[in-house]
DNA sequence: AAATACCACAACCGCGGGTCA
DNA sequence: CTGACCCGCGGTTGTGGTATT
């Protein structure tokens, strides 16, 4: 049976709204707030919309200080990387860059700010992929890994390639003038974010993987006990397919047999089908990225009050022992959440691998 | 001038998590 | 513990405007 509908489908109005609608709810709310119930909401003042239609249109057009269109340089430049950093999190995104809605970022993203930075590449890497594909036992070509990788993961990765090939022929790590404008404060924001997930073990970006280190949870390269539940079954069946997490390449684990390998010494596409590791070079995204966003500066160690504002890095700090690790991997539909925020996405609580396909997308 | 394609953005939809009775 | 309800999220669709043929 499917979930119960929110409202009267029937008899909810749809679509654009309309100025009276619009003055309606925003003296509501400004009178009166939320009273902490959307459902509730369209029928104390007399709206046919359903409730979520209202809390949309105040939280992305109505509310105070909202910003629309004009994003600037610096503002691209900000969700570039973030994107590049912890992929399609709108919400996320969105905190960082006041007065701009999730929504609005994502349109943004979407329509215009994607393809300028994917737009000339586009030909190139698609080449590239191809070159990647592997050849079944008739010479055929099969881009299946291409295809297998999400769009939000194959953007990010031909983002990445976007910046190494800014490397290439001008030195960009070595030239300040071609590095991103961004804001004193901006740059200040961004490499706290990073370096607190890097450094706490709750972090989106995990670049060490698991097996080979020692630590809670893990014996050798063996999937740890209560980890992850993969089944010999669905291991061969990966074993048989694909051989790197085709959504997520942030910190990357292979899964072989019972076993979860460090993608630096395992080899997944020569292991099968003799082709160049592709695990490996995905897998090196995050640090080539992390090098891109900080080569910039000396080594970034944060003091204190460096992070002040920050409330969710406050948080970690707070309770960086409590943690074990987790994967930056944000991309799954797991039967973990899918929904989070500027603060749920630092804290620490780690029960992020409950599936074999959380383990296996690590 | 009309038809068509494309673009930008608002709005909708369905899902999963959190809360609470 | 369970189920109902609500919230918030990311993905998708609809729509109006603009550019191109």
Not at 34 to 59: D, M, V, Y
């Amino acid at each position: 049976m499917g979930r119960a509908p929110c409202c009267d489908k029937a008899n909810v109005k749809k679509g654009p709204w309309s100025s009276e609608e619009d003055a309606k709810l925003k003296a509501y709310i400004e009178q009166y707030g939320t009273g902490s119930n959307w459902i509730a909401l369209p029928q104390k003042i007399g709206l046919k919309r359903c409730g979520k239609s209202c809390r949309l249109r105040w939280l992305n057009y109505l509310r105070p200080n909202i910003k629309h269109g004009g994003f600037s340089e610096e503002e691209d430049n900000i969700i570039c990387s973030l994107y590049i950093s912890i992929g399609s999190r709108w919400s996320v995104i969105a905190a960082q860059l006041p007065g701009r809605t999730d929504n609005d970022i994502k349109n943004y993203w979407n329509t215009r700010l994607k393809k300028k930075l994917l737009g000339r590449r586009k030909e190139s890497n698609m080449n590239r992929f191809s070159s990647m594909g592997a050849k079944d036992a008739n010479g055929i070509e099969d881009n299946s890994y291409s295809q297998a990788l999400s769009s939000s993961a194959l953007e990010r990765l031909q983002l990445h390639m976007q910046l190494q090939t800014l490397q290439k022929p001008s030195s960009f790590y070595n030239n300040p003038a071609l590095w991103p404008k961004l804001h004193p404060q901006q740059e200040k924001m961004i490499r706290s974010l990073q370096y607190s997930l890097n450094e706490n073990p709750s972090s989106l970006w995990q670049h060490d993987f698991p097996s080979p280190q020692p630590g809670p949870g893990f014996t050798g390269a063996t999937v740890p006990e209560g980890f992850a539940k993969i089944s010999n079954t669905k291991a061969n069946e990966l074993d048989n397919s694909l051989h790197f997490t085709p959504s997520s390449y942030n910190s990357m684990a292979f899964v072989t047999g019972n076993n979860l390998m460090d993608s630096s010494t395992y080899d997944p596409k020569a292991d099968v089908i003799g082709q160049p590791n592709v695990g490996v070079e995905v897998s090196a995204f995050q640090s080539e990225l992390d090098d891109f966003l900080n080569n910039k500066t000396m080594v970034f160690v944060p003091q204190e009050d460096q992070v002040v504002g920050f409330d969710c890095l406050r948080e970690i700090n707070s309770s960086k022992d409590d943690v074990i690790w987790w994967s930056n991997d944000f991309d799954t539909k797991s039967s973990t959440s899918n929904s989070w925020d500027s603060t749920s996405v630092l804290q620490t609580e780690p029960p992020m691998f409950q599936d074999y396909e959380l383990c296996y997308k690590l």
